[in-house]
């Protein structure tokens, strides 16, 4: 199952919907978040919810010492 980080922006009222599309694109661009929710309130304002999965590296086992050649 994907783990993913979560960032919040509150755009207030007067906020035009193309400065609003223009945030969220950058945000999209360079920080590699996709939007996950967006909810328009009563008065106006937008909540966006944005997240990213977070990506775990595994970690690999040692390598093994080379092993001796026989010579016939």
């Known amino acids: 199952m994907a783990e993913y ?3 919040v922006l509150h ?3 007067g906020t035009p919907r193309e400065v609003a599309r223009r945030i969220l694109t950058d945000h999209a661009e360079y920080g590699y978040w996709e939007l ?3 909810r328009m309130n009563a008065d106006g ?3 966006a919810t ?3 999965q977070i990506i ?3 970690r690999t086992p040692a390598p ?3 092993t001796p050649q ?3």
Do not use: D, Q, T, W
């Open 64 to 66: 093994f010492p080379p």
């Open 50 to 52: 944005l997240r990213r």
């Open 45 to 47: 304002s937008r909540k």
């Open 36 to 38: 996950a929710r967006m």
């Open 11 to 13: 755009l207030p009222r």
């Open 70 to 72: 026989v010579s016939p």
């Open 5 to 7: 980080s979560y960032l």
């Open 56 to 58: 775990r590296v595994a």
